[in-house]
């Protein structure tokens, strides 16, 4: 076999095929979460220790799945609701 034959033939053995479809995100960081509620880490720490976002431990680090953040927030803004709903002060007299 030719060195040129050969090369094609290794290069051939060694491409791999590009993954088909958007990469989907499966968890994200505590960072990545403030992020995106427009905390800051600390705050989304505090969170997770108190049990108001749940998380999972991976090796060093917490994740914080899509649905969970998803379920926070829910969850607050159907507390939002509530409370604007309470009677005010002028509805007690």
Do not use: C, F
């Not at 040129?4 to 791999?16: C, E, L, Y």
């Not at 600390?42 to 991976?58: E, F, H, P, T, Y």
């Amino acid at each position: 076999m030719s060195v040129s034959a050969h090369n094609k033939v290794s290069q051939t053995k060694r491409r791999r095929k590009a993954p088909v479809g958007p990469i989907v995100r499966r968890w994200y960081t505590v960072p990545e979460v403030a992020d995106m509620l427009g905390y800051g880490a600390s705050k989304v720490r505090m969170m997770v220790i108190s049990g108001d976002i749940r998380s999972l431990k991976d090796g060093g680090s917490r994740r914080i799945l899509p649905q969970w953040v998803d379920e926070y927030v829910e969850r607050r803004a159907a507390e939002a609701e509530a409370d604007a709903n309470w009677p005010r002060d002028s509805e007690w007299s």
